[in-house]
């Protein structure tokens, strides 16, 4: 969602504000917006659109050494000019970009600042005049942010400019993450550390609760009872290129094709020869469970399907999979000792966070198993365990599922003590899904056939089924085609209703014990005049499927059939001239509940 970066230094802040916009698009947003400091005015250019947009209207010939900006996914406010960011305060003294949701923004309204003048809907307007009522009360500026932020109830990243000191940016954070990098040549801030790579050698992710500020050469940063705290400096080991698309059109046929790879690193990371290497911690922790609860959202859901599987089939664990939105306002029975498993790409997933902090609260044990060791749910978990896919950029997740997949299979053979021939397995998958990437000139093929549909459906049954979910999600979020996933022996109870003339109907056939009876199925819906599609392993394959899977342990076939989706959408998408990496209305860390 919304990303924030700031700049002070000896370079143009305008250059690198806006191509570290530019490296944040991927998080989604509707407009963008930047503040640049010259000759002690603030100069401010924003509106609804793409940061190539922002570009053309911040057309300037000076140079700045100081500029804060903001790319925004809407939520307070239609996308437009008036409510992007930066917000400015009444007496144009503060100027600010903010990440997250003020949730008490009414109350305090109403309560300080009935005699200001509002120009957007925003949430973050208040925060800017709220600055000023507290600085016109003889407050400095710091005290005046102290004192604002103190009032705030929500999340927030905040950097705050002030006219009157245009050699300081102020930073505020809690519950959103801020990064703040040193270089040579000055100060960078950022959502996430990828604005950061090329300028900076060393990084402080701040924790929550707390502000501070940043001048060229300098960090103070403070707790809210002001009390100035002491930090370490981690190093920045990125690169700018790692965040490229290399040879690829696009990140997401990039990270697709970066999954035989993931699979190998990550057989490298949790295998010792034939031993796992997962902390005794983490295996006791489940191992004294008595019903495994997984908690997620979206692509990391459907991956949850799996884990649940592992974890019954290996471990004879009890498990249910939560969606985390749900969780957060619902109380289900909790029985004996539970364990909360969190799945989450980014770590950062607003609805999966406030269930983790209410069921730690409550005292249950959480592992948090993300693709960044610095997120939030990574540092919050008693337990975290790394899917080491590297940064994903595309919105659409690929390679973060069958990572996370490969996960929870590693946990829960190394849970059940069981002899493992897992790391032979997974190199075998490793290898199936390059034989998938080799032929997907097919998949292009079959895309052109289904690029006209306005439905689509997705059938299979058990494992076949959760990979059908992710299919489906993966074909909508992209193309834009109205798709749905059902488990094959429910049609017949409603849905076959919705099978007209020529609608496509994919069928996943990879598990032997369900194979015939989802194919039966698809004849029912044939029958009705839909248009019939298979993806099914070889070893149940037939003459006329569409398209071979190469055979794997019937265990791991969700991390190869996938693929084919994968791909399957990223065709269509491409066919229809979408944006791919950016699809409309998404975001790709949901930081907002
Ligand atoms: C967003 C992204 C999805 C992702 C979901 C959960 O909706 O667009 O790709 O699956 O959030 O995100 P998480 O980071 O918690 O896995």
């Known amino acids: 969602m919304c990303g924030i970066v700031g700049y002070i230094g000896s370079k143009d802040a305008k250059d690198t504000v ?63 000019k008036l409510n992007s960011h930066p917000h400015i305060s009444n007496n144009e003294r503060f100027v600010l970009v903010h990440n997250g949701v003020i949730e008490n923004y009414k109350k305090l309204k109403l309560t300080y600042l009935n005699d200001y003048k509002f120009y957007s809907e925003t949430d973050t307007e208040i925060i800017a005049n709220l600055i000023e009522y507290f600085s016109n009360q003889g407050k400095d500026t710091r005290d005046a942010v102290l004192t604002a932020i103190s009032e705030l109830e929500g999340s927030y990243a905040l950097l705050v400019i002030d006219k009157k000191d245009t050699n300081k940016i102020y930073i505020a954070k809690n519950k959103t993450p801020l990064i703040v990098g040193t270089g040579e040549s000055g100060i960078t801030i950022a959502s996430d550390v990828i604005p950061l790579a090329g300028h900076c050698k060393n990084y ?126 619902s109380s289900p029975l909790i029985l004996d000792k539970p364990c909360f498993i969190y799945l989450s790409q980014s770590g950062e997933t607003a609805d999966s966070i406030a269930v983790m902090k209410k069921f730690m609260d409550k005292g249950f044990p959480s592992i948090a198993i993300t693709n960044s060791v610095n997120s939030t749910m990574a540092n919050l978990a008693t337990y975290h365990l790394n899917i080491f896919a590297g940064k994903e950029i595309a919105v659409a997740s690929t390679k973060a599922y069958i990572a996370q997949i490969v996960v929870c299979a590693i946990l829960a053979k190394a849970v059940s003590g069981q002899k493992t021939n897992l790391k032979n397995n997974l190199s075998k998958a490793a290898l199936a899904i390059e034989k998938i990437l080799e032929d997907k000139i097919l998949i292009k093929n079959i895309a052109k056939e289904i690029v006209k549909a306005n439905d689509l459906f997705y059938i299979g049954r058990g494992i076949d089924y959760w990979v059908c979910l992710e299919a489906a999600l993966k074909l909508k979020e992209i193309s834009y085609i109205h798709t749905e996933a059902f488990s094959s022996g429910e049609l017949k109870h409603g849905s076959i209703a919705l099978i007209d003339q020529g609608v496509p109907v994919i069928a996943i056939c990879t598990q032997e014990g369900t194979n015939s009876i989802v194919r039966s199925n698809l004849i029912e819906t044939k029958s009705r005049g839909a248009k019939d599609i298979v993806f099914a392993m070889e070893s149940m394959s037939e003459a006329s499927d569409d398209f071979i899977i190469p055979n794997v342990a ?3 076939a969700p991390i190869v059939s996938v693929v084919v989706c994968q791909l399957l959408a990223y065709y269509v998408a491409t066919l229809k001239g979408n944006d791919v990496d950016k699809p409309k209305n998404l975001a790709k860390s949901v930081t907002v509940e």
């Not at 191509?19 to 407009?31: A, I, K, P, T, V």
């Open 18 to 80: 806006l191509s570290g916009l530019q490296q944040l698009e991927y998080r989604g947003y509707d407009s963008a917006g930047i503040a640049l400091v010259h000759d002690h005015e603030i100069k401010i250019y924003k509106d609804q659109g793409r940061v190539d947009h922002l570009r053309e209207i911040c057309n300037v010939s000076f140079s700045s050494n100081l500029g804060i900006g903001h790319t925004r996914w809407a939520t307070h406010g239609i996308p437009n």
């Open 204 to 329: 402080i992710s701040l924790e929550d609760k707390t502000f501070g500020y940043v001048t060229s050469d300098e960090i103070h940063l403070f707790n809210y009872f002001n009390k100035e705290i002491s930090f370490d400096m981690k190093q920045l080991d990125i690169s700018s290129n790692a965040f490229g698309k290399g040879d690829y059109d696009h990140f997401m046929l990039k990270e697709i094709h970066e999954q035989p790879s993931i699979i190998r690193h990550l057989v490298q990371e949790y295998f010792d020869k034939e031993k796992i290497n997962i902390s005794t911690e983490i295996i006791q922790c489940i191992k004294n469970c008595t019903k495994i609860n997984l908690v997620a959202c979206g692509t990391s859901m459907y991956a949850s399907y799996m884990a649940k599987y592992y974890f019954e089939k290996l471990c004879n664990i009890p498990s249910e999979v939560f969606v985390a939105s749900e969780l957060v306002y």
């Open 554 to 556: 019937h265990y791991l």
